[in-house]
């Protein structure tokens, strides 16, 4: 396949560009740590960081080190508005362009039709996902958080107190150093939201992912039909178009892309964070199908290591209601007719000596894989996805 080498840059940039971006964002995710890509993200966020502070000790002392660390916390870890503008940017400035270069063009009363209607959708569901309560706990409803999920006796335990709220954690609630507060079922303080995700707000949060991908989908389904129709008036008249091989298609493709600047940009910038959309989807639909949140992720990848190094232990309790093996003939699931139960209890020891305050009455046995610790919010894509939808109030 011929391709202009001006081109064959452009595009080279591109995925490259969305190679770096790809690595830093998602290289932490647990699944990803001990493959290049989590190298890189270490490197991209650790080593490289460390040389750049050496050099600005020996040149001012730190100075710009310590402003862009201020900026860096600002934008990271405080509450502000700048993720979600750059989102609102980036749509509504897609949608001028497509206004420009596109509208126009739309060759059916009925993409006339839907175009406004998924351009409204992400405006929607950001304000939603935004602006909808995660799940606060407060003392006067911490009493109902309690009883939303079951404790595991793995990652969630009864009996410890969030330092700063001054209550017993329910079980998979996690204090928010952002949002201050500590959240029902907390998946993660999600920056494109300003909010955190939890327990009654990650419907909205998957109708954002979903809303996002569509206009994203879309735009480009329709853009690229466009220029197909601009290849096909670029070409000399009479050429048979079955015979136009797949270099020329391309180079052609690629070159009206360039020239109709508006059609261009849109279908570019589809085609490239719809990618990244696709992925970040997918992944939390990964975690719905497998019953577990980011913030559990965490955790079960923590376990992993520690069984590795041989530091955990796990006894049966048997003065504990081992398993209801019900499922609730009606109404939404809540810690009480939670259908799966597990007598088990889990324990990490890293010295010798903390056996000691494991329960003398129970057998400890050491573990030895991943799989004898029972995921017990995992009770199906379907159930998961239902409690989702319909969470269940406190
Ligand atoms: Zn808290
Ligand atoms: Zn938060």
């Given amino acids: 396949m011929s391709l202009d080498p001006g081109l064959r840059d452009i595009l080279v940039a591109i995925l490259s560009l969305s190679f770096v971006v790809f690595v830093a964002l998602f290289g932490h995710v647990p699944a990803l740590r001990k493959t290049p890509i989590g190298w890189g993200h270490h490197f991209m966020w650790k080593t490289l960081p460390r040389w750049f502070t050496a050099v600005d000790m020996k040149l001012t002392g730190g100075t710009v080190v310590r402003t862009i660390k201020g900026l860096f916390n600002y934008v990271m870890y405080d509450k502000h508005p700048l993720i979600q503008l750059f989102y609102l940017g980036l749509v509504s400035g897609g949608l001028y362009l497509f206004w420009l270069g596109a509208w126009d063009r739309i060759w059916s009363p009925f993409h006339k039709i839907m175009v406004p209607i998924v351009a409204s959708l992400p405006y929607i569901t950001l304000y939603l996902a935004s602006y909808t309560d995660p799940g606060y706990i407060l003392p006067e409803n911490h009493r109902g958080a309690m009883k939303l ?116 940009i849109v279908c570019l910038l589809c ?94 046995n050491r573990v030895e894989s991943i799989h004898e610790l029972e995921n017990i919010y995992d009770i199906g894509f379907w159930k998961t996805l239902e409690s989702v939808v319909w969470d269940l109030k406190f």
């Fill in 149 to 264: 999920y079951p404790f595991d006796y793995i990652n969630f335990k009864p009996g410890y107190h969030c330092s700063t709220c001054r209550f017993e954690k329910p079980a998979r609630s996690k204090h928010c150093p952002i949002c201050k507060h500590c959240i029902a079922k907390q998946d993660h303080h999600c920056v494109w939201i300003n909010n955190c995700v939890g327990h009654k707000n990650v419907k909205y949060f998957f109708a954002f992912l979903m809303s996002t991908n569509i206009i994203l989908f879309y735009g480009f389904y329709l853009t690229s039909i466009m220029i197909h129709q601009l290849v096909m008036e670029s070409l000399p008249l009479g050429t048979d178009v079955s015979k136009v091989g797949w270099g020329l298609y391309f180079n052609q493709f690629m070159l009206c892309l360039v020239l109709d600047v508006c059609l261009g």
């Fill in 271 to 364: 085609m490239m964070t719809g990618l990244m959309s696709v992925g970040f989807s997918g992944y939390h639909f990964y975690l719905l199908w497998a019953g577990t949140t980011t913030n559990e992720t965490f955790k079960w990848s923590d376990w992993k290591e520690d069984i590795a190094a041989d530091e955990v232990w796990m006894a049966r309790d048997p003065a504990r209601n081992p398993f209801t093996g019900r499922w609730p003939s009606s109404g939404p699931l809540n810690a009480y007719n939670w259908p799966v139960q597990t007598d088990k209890l889990v324990y990490r020891i890293v010295n010798p000596e903390e056996m000691e305050y494991l329960d003398k009455h129970l057998v400890w």
